[in-house]
């Protein structure tokens, strides 16, 4: 009798090639200028930021893909596989705050942010004179760009403003600050100073403010009575001589 044989393949061999497949797909992990995770990377303004992904634990050529916020960044051929450097140049104010993500193209979920942290002192701007009528209320808004957030004061003619309750109020967000004073005075005109204080350095803006006679007021009550006791007395007046017209 002729004994046949089989070759026995053990059931557990495509168990382990799946469990190495799977673990070489999950184990691919991304650095960013060494960083494994999500980090805040604090720079001035002008020079150049230079980011580097790179991919780690894969056996494989991986594509990577840059984002700038929601936006995708346009990489060049050659700059894509395994590793990829981007460089933003030159660096300004707009880029504060902004998140540059390195992705891998094939599971987007495996990903790397840096948040930008641009420190600059403060930039002011705002409306430089101002006309307003006596007893009219008026403000005073200094815009202020700083990081890191700076600190304000108002002067007027080159002193501190002494705030006045029911009269001056005093608004401030991170870029705005607000000076308001309500029914202002003659004694009120002159120059205010907006000050913004920062370690990074200081910052002046003036604001002149013209107070100006109030204007006379347009009686329309008076207007509005004089013309209707002119059409009532025309009215009494055709009235009385409707006859006189019939007449005719």
């Known amino acids: 009798m002729v004994q046949r044989r089989s070759l026995a393949v053990p059931c557990r061999v495509p168990v382990l090639a799946i469990s190495f497949l799977a673990c070489v797909a999950t184990g691919v992990e991304l650095s960013v200028n060494n960083h494994a995770a999500d980090f805040t990377l604090s720079a001035a303004l002008g020079p150049p930021i230079s980011l580097s992904c790179l991919v780690h634990n894969s056996s494989q050529a991986e594509e990577l893909l840059w984002y700038r916020g929601d936006g995708q960044v346009g990489l060049k051929d050659g700059n894509k596989v395994n590793i990829s450097n981007i460089c933003i140049s030159p660096v300004n104010e707009s880029d504060n705050g902004v998140t540059f993500t390195c992705r891998l193209a094939r599971d987007k979920s ?114 509005i009575a004089a013309v209707v006791v002119v059409t009532v007395t025309i009215l009494f007046g055709i009235v009385a001589r409707k006859d006189k017209f019939f007449k005719v």
Do not use: M
């Open 110 to 223: 495996v990903q790397v942010s840096v948040i930008l942290d641009i420190q600059f002192p403060p930039r002011l701007s705002g409306e430089e004179t101002l006309h307003v009528e006596e007893d009219k209320d008026v403000t005073l808004t200094c815009n202020s760009k700083s990081n890191p957030q700076a600190r304000t004061t108002w002067f007027k003619a080159n002193h501190s403003l002494t705030l006045q309750q029911n009269r001056h109020e005093l608004h401030q967000t991170s870029e705005v600050f607000q000076l308001s004073i309500k029914k202002v005075q003659k004694s009120d005109n002159g120059t205010y100073t907006c000050l913004v204080e920062s370690p990074l350095g200081n910052g002046t803006r003036d604001f002149h403010l013209v107070v100006e006679d109030k204007k006379p007021v347009f009686p329309k009550e008076a207007v």
